[in-house]
């Protein structure tokens, strides 16, 4: 019978890890990868029979690379610290790891859970992020700070496993805030590395597109205000990368501020 490892990447998440590891604990091995938790992340998971891999920080390309390194088995399934394996999802997964074909990488559907409900538009179901169940070997992450690109190293196409995982992209709006202004730095120092040009209208025009996009072509509104807070999310995510990329290009420097004294 063909192995399974579970990886799970986090950082402070000690109010959502817990739930994210039972969800997981048919797998043959957990490996939570941790950034440096202040919180009980790390002493929660192990309790869990999770093994604890501290990985500094250098952008989620490489933490995702190195958390497979860590995994022992052939097969991987990728699990964020805000996902939730279904019962349903499971035995697709076990299913398809026993009799996997030519496959060697498979996207897995999410269903999003945001203010009591169930998230049906906005670009967020079916959400496919990435492959999330793979052979070791098979997938790998371009080294960027946050939105990572990843190849598919094989020869056969990726499939599309039909049951959903859940997710709980935010605890709260306090953590809408916090996602926005977290991944905004991330994504403005990505397109600075690569020479990206800000601008404060760049910045809105980008933003305003993205609530646009988010709200209307995605049928966010049909999602009721849980739709409207997500593309205003995106919508502020979208204007400060841009905006803080602009700062980034721009080097301000405060004004000289000498020293005062009694003549």
């Not at 604890?52 to 390194?69: E, I, T």
């Not at 910045?203 to 988010?214: D, E, I, P």
Request: proline letters at 4%.
């Amino acid at each position: 019978m063909n192995k399974i490892s579970v990886y799970i990447i986090a950082y402070n998440e000690a109010w959502k890890i817990r739930d994210a590891i039972n969800s997981v604990l048919w797998a043959d091995e957990i490996v939570v990868v941790d950034s440096h938790s202040t919180d009980e992340t790390a002493a929660i998971s192990e309790s869990l029979g999770a093994r604890v891999v501290q990985v500094d920080f250098q952008g989620f390309g490489d933490l995702r690379n190195r958390a497979m390194a860590a995994c022992s088995h052939e097969w991987i399934f990728s699990l964020d610290s805000d996902e939730r394996c279904t019962r349903e999802a499971r035995d697709e997964i076990l299913e398809t790891v026993a009799a996997p074909g030519t496959t060697e990488a498979w996207y897995v559907p999410r269903r999003n859970y945001f203010m009591g409900r169930w998230i049906k538009h906005s670009g967020f179901y079916p959400d496919y992020r990435q492959p999330q169940l793979f052979k070791k070997g098979k997938l790998v992450f371009e080294l960027d700070m946050v939105h990572e690109a990843y190849q598919i190293v094989s020869s056969a196409p990726a499939g599309y496993l039909k049951h959903a995982i859940w997710q709980v992209p935010f605890k709260d709006l306090e953590e809408v805030l916090h996602k926005a202004n977290k991944y905004s730095s991330l994504g403005a120092r990505k397109l600075a590395d690569k020479g990206g040009k800000g601008g404060m209208g760049k910045a809105l025009g980008r933003g305003l597109w993205s609530f646009w996009k988010l709200y209307f072509l995605k049928l966010g509104i049909l999602d009721g205000w849980p739709g409207f807070i997500i593309a205003v999310g995106n919508f502020e995510g979208t204007f400060f990368k841009y905006a803080k990329l602009h700062e980034l290009n721009s080097s301000w420097s405060l004004p000289h501020s000498p020293p005062l004294t009694r003549n």
